[in-house]
Structure formats: C-alpha cells, structure tokens
C-alpha cells in the first residue's frame, strides 16, 4: 500500500514514488521479509557508478533474523536517533570501498555512487510500501569497530528500513517534525543552463526532508 502522508508538492509531474519517498520516524512493527529486502538490494545493486566498480557495501540488522547486528547497527547511532530508530524492523549501514578493484587507486566518486545506490533502494521501498531514513548522526569508527570494517572501506551512512506507521507514537518534536509540510527548492536555485549565476536571494537553510 502506498505511503501517502505527506507527499512531496512539484512544480512539475515527476514519478509518484519519488513524490512519495520521504523519511519517516515512525515504523510498525511488521517485520520486512527476506523477498523484500533482496528486492532492496538488488534496486541498489542497479545503480550506475564510475567504470562500474559498484563500490557499495551494506552491513543489515534485521530485528527477526539478525537481532545482534540489529543491536550494533543500533549502537553506533547518536544519542538522538536512537530512541525512535530502535522501532525499525531492520537498520543498514552503507559503506563505500574507497579504492577502484582494477589498479587500486583512489576512487573520490565512491561515496557519490553509493548515495545513488541507496536513491535506488528507497524509491524501490516505496514501490513496496516501505520508506527509509538515512541517518548523518552515528559514528563511523563504531560501526567500523562492531563489524571489521577494512580501511579502505569508509562508512557512509546508516538507514533504517520499514513500513511507516502512525507519527502519534512519536514525542511531540518529532511528531511536529514528521508532519510539518515538505518542501523542495525551486528549479530557478539550482539548476544553471549557460553557466553560474549570481543569485542575490540564494539561500541555504535546510528544507525539511
């Protein structure tokens, strides 16, 4: 069933999974099957990247089949995503091998090409009725720590994967948060056909995700 709260307004048609896609903090319990999050993953194993070297890596906890990992996944979380990330059926990490496979040398678009690997995954999930929230707010040496994680392997992010379920279990900051209108900025402040503008009303607050 498609997830129609708060679904994003566009100044023009775009696909409704991506209208839809947006980062919950409130999850049912309902656990994410094995079948679904191969789907995920395959989503993001479609992604394009610099000479192919599909770069991504994932680390899951699934609270139903790999409840430890699930706990240390959770553990690396800043203090302030933990309490509602914790109602997630299942937590990832994604990682970026930070080195090309054919000569070894540095691959500075790895992290670029795992980000278009989880953009996959989550329009994926909205097809399948899940959504994810990417999280900024964890500890990259913790999680590389938890799981072994090479040097040449950087962890990127960490996301929660799950059905969205009702903002109302959640404290009122977030609840107000999960609710508040969504909103993008306008084409005129990003995109530059000829060449860079000067814009005097450019702005950079951050826009609710």
């Not at 709260?5 to 566009?10: D, K, Q, S």
């Not at 060449?195 to 450019?202: I, V």
Request: aromatic residues 10%.
């Amino acid at each position: 069933m498609a997830d129609l709260l708060n679904v994003l307004p566009t100044e023009h048609s775009i696909l409704p999974q991506l209208a839809q896609r947006r980062s919950p903090r409130a999850y049912t319990s309902q656990p994410v099957t094995a079948e679904a999050l191969q789907q995920l993953f395959v989503a993001a194993g479609s992604a394009s990247s610099c000479f192919g070297e599909q770069p991504w890596r994932f680390v899951v906890g699934s609270k139903t089949t790999s409840a430890e990992a699930f706990g240390k996944i959770l553990g690396t979380l800043a203090p302030f995503n933990q309490p509602w990330a914790k109602e997630a059926p299942v937590l990832a990490i994604s990682i970026a091998k930070t080195t090309f496979s054919h000569d070894n040398n540095s691959n500075a678009w790895a992290t670029h090409d795992v980000g278009q690997a989880v953009a996959t995954l989550a329009v994926q999930g909205v097809e399948l009725g899940l959504q994810i929230h990417q999280m900024a707010g964890f500890s990259q040496e913790a999680a590389r720590t938890a799981f072994n994680i090479p040097a040449d392997y950087q962890p990127v992010a960490v996301f929660t994967i799950g059905y969205p379920g009702s903002a109302d279990a959640l404290p009122d900051g977030l609840r107000e948060r999960e609710l508040a209108p969504r909103s993008r900025k306008p084409l005129a402040e990003f995109v530059f056909e000829g060449g860079w503008p000067t814009l005097a009303d450019e702005r950079y607050d951050q826009a609710p995700v």
